[in-house]
């Protein structure tokens, strides 16, 4: 197996149109014209900055492909990837809550989920030790009939069950550390055992009404999801702790094949959406604790894919982070936007939103 790292992004995503608007918002009525939350440049600079810095030199780069309408039906039904194909051909539309559709979304959307699939491939098939893919548009949110926030097919969801069908394995994780809950992903795979879905995420956000730490899954799937509800403000050690009390404890016992990152760098203290505190240099010991884990459990198989992250001077530097976590190698970027809060305290009532976590687990898995 290659030690590098791949490196998966297609000029493509950055073509992807939300429109004008604000926030998560269209333009309209009161709502002055202005650049969607989720819009290129977060993703783009990210590619700016790997490339103005040289470290993309330190990459195994390589262009994705797209997914197949099969590949994308093992995780929508075909009338909603019609409904998708549909409202592009058009010029664009709302494919659901949040979730703008616009002119060639469709194939983009194809080429995401491919960028994906393409690093499976390039794990299993050892190119590389493991992979970051930076595709847009992103698909936490996805359900199996709906478009969510942003995201219109599942990549993660996609992928982790093309891995099970073409590789054969029996247990594959997926981190979702994205500030918003994994909904979607969490859709795909309540019933399951062959999938370990955990979510750490901000507490009460989006969507409403999901990711309470009492949903254990369905069914056979009962304990195979892990909500993990961190309070607004939550930085570093807060997110840290729930890695040493409840995360990697569990992935010990479950011994993934294959882990998946959601990687949404949202949580970070300059997001405009989400309110929580995490530094780059936060990302990057989350990150190097996932790829430990990958080492340790799968071979170093490791996938991460891109999801959130909304602020357009920050995402590129927590980002950037991440992907030096996962080669093992340090670029000379300093972090400009270090306030020296990383080294801040975890306060009693983040501890405690942890240890309630853990009290729901303990049914399930061995925790302190």
Wanted: charged residues 25%; negative net charge.
């Amino acid at each position: 197996m290659k030690e590098t790292t791949g490196f998966i992004c297609d000029e493509s995503y950055f073509w992807h149109q939300m429109g004008n608007g604000a926030l998560n918002q269209r333009a309209g009525g009161w709502i002055q014209p202005d650049t969607h939350a989720e819009n290129p440049e977060t993703k783009r600079r990210v590619k700016n900055l790997l490339e103005h810095s040289k470290y993309i030199e330190n990459l195994h780069q390589i262009g994705p492909r797209s997914a197949t309408r099969d590949e994308i039906g093992m995780n929508h039904s075909m009338a909603y990837a019609d409904r998708i194909k549909e409202l592009s051909d058009a010029g664009g539309g709302d494919a659901g809550v949040h979730a703008i559709v616009g002119p060639d979304s469709y194939e983009i959307a194809l080429k995401s989920a491919g960028g994906v699939l393409t690093s499976v491939e390039t794990v299993m098939e050892e190119k590389a030790q493991n992979a970051y893919a930076l595709v847009r548009p992103p698909g936490h949110h996805a359900e199996p009939e709906e478009g969510m926030g942003f995201c219109l097919f599942n990549n993660v969801a996609i992928a982790a069950k093309y891995a099970r069908q073409k590789y054969g394995l029996k247990r594959i994780l997926i981190l979702d550390w994205d500030v918003h809950h994994g909904n979607g992903t969490e859709r795909a795979f309540e019933n399951d055992t062959d999938v370990l879905f955990m979510s750490v995420h901000q507490e009460n956000i989006f969507p409403k009404g999901r990711g309470d730490i009492t949903y254990t899954g369905k069914g056979n799937g009962e304990g195979y999801n892990v909500n993990i509800e961190l309070p607004a403000g939550t930085g570093d050690e807060g997110y840290l702790y729930a890695f040493d009390e409840l995360i990697e404890p569990i992935i010990d016992q479950y011994a993934p094949e294959l882990i998946f990152i959601s990687a949404g760098q949202d949580a970070s203290r300059f997001d405009p959406i989400g309110r929580m505190l995490v530094t780059a240099d936060g990302y990057y010991q989350m990150a190097s604790r996932v790829k430990k884990l990958a080492e340790k459990h799968s071979n170093g198989r490791l996938v991460a894919a891109h999801e959130g992250g909304y602020s357009t001077a920050y995402v590129p530097f927590c980002t950037l982070r991440v992907i030096e976590a996962l080669r093992g190698k340090h670029s000379p970027v300093e972090d400009p936007f270090d306030l020296g809060f990383h080294e801040g305290p975890i306060y009693p009532h983040q501890k405690e939103a942890v240890q309630r976590a853990v009290d729901v687990q303990k049914v399930f898995w061995n925790l302190k």
